[in-house]
């Protein structure tokens, strides 16, 4: 028997950041963004050998444990390590499991597209999968975020685990410990065009988003009257860019785009840099009309909205800063998990 399961990452259209505690917490949070066919994979294999594996296939890299009710959250393969704990604990009983868990991303750490928020959406999914155990996309998304956030004490916002495990066009809204997903039913020729339109650039370097969203938490925490501001026109870009996509005013979209980047950059210090900085200069020199770094900044994708044909000289024009545009399509589907 194997057990599979894939989620999409995803495409953070408005309002990153303002999922964040504290922030959600004290004045609320809105959020619009789209998953993409680009995914994280898993697949459990169960055993009878009493051994724990895990592995990354495509980098050569394994650590194998005695079957156990808790393995230290440390090192290598910190997420497996928080998601097996947890699952032991909550629906276990805490008796041991023995199997191999293979995972695979389409994308590299720190690329700003919720990749590790991702790959524990797709883990959970499939053990929810081969146990058998009564989780709604809901309840999916709400553990993803406890593991992260809580039993691991990574920094981070909330919507990559909802994004990964719903799929689609939403909205979200978030409050205190309360989220609220709005699917968005957006034509499909809105979302062709926009994906035409959408330049998706990797610019070849990563980030540690832990390090930008500490800044963001200890700005709020300040009240810092500029990055709160910041934070707070990020949240109206979220409510603007769903209602050009409602209506198919996909060209005002680079506008939207160029609105909330110049706020998102004044929310902590580190978001933007000197490279960011001139591939967004050329990117707009070129024909684009606005544009983001996607998560929380600093490095991995950013993405252009490119009116007309203006996408192929977006593309040549960056061609120079050695990143690689990347071709992807939005898809409506989230968390999928099957047994073989």
Not at 262 to 271: D, F, S, T, V
Not at 282 to 308: N, R
């Amino acid at each position: 028997m194997i057990i599979r399961s894939k989620a999409p990452l995803r495409l953070g259209l408005a309002g990153g950041g303002s999922d964040v505690s504290p922030y959600s917490d004290i004045y609320g949070g809105a959020i619009l963004n789209a998953t993409i066919n680009m995914y994280a994979y898993a697949t459990i294999e169960p055993t009878d050998n009493g051994k724990i594996a895990f592995e990354f296939p495509a980098k050569g890299y394994c650590e194998e444990f005695s079957a156990s009710d808790f393995i230290e959250p440390a090192g290598d393969f910190l997420l497996q390590k928080g998601i097996y704990n947890r699952v032991v604990k909550d629906f276990c009983g805490g008796k041991p499991l023995s199997f191999r868990l293979s995972t695979f991303i389409d994308a590299p750490p720190g690329s700003g597209l919720g990749t590790s928020s991702t790959l524990v959406v797709a883990i959970l999914g499939a053990f929810a999968e081969w146990l058998k155990l009564p989780l709604g996309e809901y309840d999916i998304a709400q553990l993803a975020y406890k593991i992260e956030r809580e039993d691991l004490a990574m920094a981070g916002g909330k919507q990559d685990q909802y994004a990964a495990t719903f799929g689609g066009f939403n909205f979200m809204e978030f409050a205190g410990d309360k989220v609220i997903v709005n699917p968005l039913r957006i034509r499909s020729k809105y979302a062709d065009e926009l994906s035409h339109n959408l330049v998706l650039y990797s610019t070849g370097t990563s980030r540690l988003s832990a390090e930008i969203i500490a800044k963001q938490q200890k700005n709020v925490l300040a009240k810092n009257a500029q990055s709160i501001e910041s934070m707070h026109k990020i949240k109206e870009q979220a409510v603007m860019m769903k209602e050009v996509l409602l209506r198919g005013e996909i060209d005002k979209i680079g506008e939207i785009l160029e609105f909330g980047w110049q706020h998102k950059r004044k929310m902590a210090e580190g978001i933007s840099n000197e490279i960011i900085d001139k591939i967004y200069a050329a990117a707009m020199a070129a024909g684009a009309t606005g544009g983001k770094v996607s998560g929380a900044g600093g490095g991995g994708f950013m993405f252009f909205y490119c009116p007309d044909v203006s996408r192929f000289r977006v593309i040549d024009a960056l061609e120079k800063f050695g990143g690689q545009a990347k071709r992807y399509e939005f898809v409506n589907e989230g968390l999928k998990s099957w047994t073989m």
